[in-house]
């Protein structure tokens, strides 16, 4: 069968679906976005999660024609995305995601040669919870990095200023083998602490 | 295989009545694990996730009309009062990403004795509204669970809604397992206070071949509460009046041996799991500081 829904902002078409395929099959293997992680394939490790309609969900528990005319962003969007929202100033509206408009607009990035020097907002950049994850060094083997990225980054766009109580339990449905988990608690503070300070430097 | 997307519940209904072996799907929870560990190859696939009627609730005077697929979060966000059991038990269920799309449909479709949702629809006691293109119907609780994952359900029904009455004294939830998220209930526990018919009703999950409630335990209580006067005087309950009930409801349990727990400690945690959450209930019914506003407890 033929599945249409939008990822990441755009339009995408994937044709020959099985019809017991998975929302994660079709983005690893019929789209080339490797990003979302296979690692289970049975919901225990979150390394699947992607954004349905704005909702965190395991990409690997989502049949494939559940998503025809839906919305779904990968880690691939997540800096886009990231991008978007703060330029709309935050969650402010209720409206998260990627409008109509914006997704007509969508730009894929660029290769990485026409992104080096583009420092300032352009495509390419990462989002503030990817820097905070590099900085605060939450990566080892990077398997679980793509769902607690698109988790983590959930998280605060609901709360701001999340307790450790909070975090925990956003991040309960993600398996790391490797970090032993602080240095991503450390990360998720770091992003909401620049997050914080970013916009009291705003005055907002 | 098949995938059938009835964007109409009447759509649903004349799907599921031509092709009674489609497997419904909404969360995914399930289904999915099963299709792609290839425990199973179902003809056809039934999507519901179109069908808009199934994420509502609304909540009446006396019931609360649960949408058959309404996530575990928005019954964690929005009917803690209102259904404070489930609520509870709805918090225990996986994880987050599993909440957002799981809902006491699937549990009450796949009926395994492990679905956190059995032992708060059993204590709060509900009606499954089920329907086919024959018909509605209601089914009690009581009479729903039939066997290991069978349901009193026909091939060429669906689940609609579940209709809760309004909690109208305490409840509670506990769950055995090694973690706080994503785990299988080694076994559960649930209780619900009505002092609205001086009744109490309980639901087991994990510890029999199907979730059950622990009657004779209920009923032990009910009659002792009665007779010492406790539902007017609110006072502290007797700790062998506590212990008596959990010994009961330790016996409601036929457990099995497996790989989550022997059936000796599902029946023992049973017992204990009873007696706490008796004794939270019973203070927060006494308007004690303890109540199921708190959400999970450690015992
Ligand atoms: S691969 Fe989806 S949760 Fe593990
Ligand atoms: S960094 Fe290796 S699994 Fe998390």
Known sequence: MRVTFTVNGRRQEADDVWEGESLLYVLRERMGLPGSKNACEQGECGSCTVRLDGVPVCSCLVAAGQVEGRDVVTVEGLADFARQRAERGGCAGGVCGTGLDEAKRWAAKPAAEEQAGGQSGGPGELSPIQQAFIDAGAVQCGFCTPGLLVAADELLERNDSPSDADIREALSGNLCRCTGYEKILDAVRLAAARGESRTAGQGA | ?299
């Not at chain 2, 419904?24 to 199973?40: K, S």
């Not at chain 2, 395994?112 to 509605?136: I, K, N, Q």
């Not at chain 2, 009690?140 to 209709?163: C, Q, S, W």
């Not at chain 2, 009910?222 to 406790?230: D, I, R, T, V």
């Open chain 2, 1 to 299: 295989m098949d995938f059938l997307r009835p964007a109409s519940w009447e759509e649903a209904l004349a799907a599921k009545a031509e092709h009674p072996t489609a497997v419904p799907i909404a969360g995914g929870t399930d289904v999915m694990v099963e299709i792609n560990f290839d425990h199973r190859r179902p003809e056809y696939l039934l999507d519901l996730n179109r069908i808009g009627d199934l994420d509502e609730w609304e909540v009446g005077e006396r019931t609360v009309r649960l949408g058959a697929s309404v996530p575990y979060t928005q019954i964690m966000e929005n009917l803690r009062a209102e259904l404070p059991g489930l609520a509870l038990a709805s918090h225990t269920v996986a994880s987050p990403q599993i909440r957002n799309r799981g809902g006491v449909g699937g549990n009450l479709g796949t009926a395994s004795p492990a679905g956190d949702a059995h032992p708060a629809l059993l204590a709060a006691g509900c009606e499954v509204e089920v329907e086919s293109l024959r018909g509605r119907r209601m089914i009690p609780i009581d009479d729903f669970y039939t066997g290991v994952k069978r349901n009193a359900m026909e091939p060429d029904e669906l689940i609609r809604a579940v209709h809760l009455p309004k909690a109208d004294g305490p409840q509670q939830f506990s769950k055995v397992g090694t973690r706080n998220a994503m785990v299988i209930a080694v076994c559960a526990f649930g209780i619900a206070l009505h002092p609205g018919t001086r009744t109490v009703r309980t639901g087991i999950g994990s510890a029999a071949p199907t979730p059950v409630r622990a009657r004779a335990a209920e009923e032990f209580l009910a009659a002792a509460l009665e007779e010492g006067g406790f539902w007017e005087s609110g006072q502290a309950l007797p700790p062998s009046l506590a212990q008596q009930f959990a010994q009961l409801a330790a016996g409601a349990c036929n457990p099995i041996d497996d790989v989550r727990g022997s059936a000796a400690y599902r029946r023992h945690a049973v017992g204990i799991m009873a007696r706490r959450t008796l004794g939270w209930t019973w203070e927060s019914y006494r308007g004690g500081a303890h109540g199921t506003k708190g959400g999970a407890q450690c015992a």
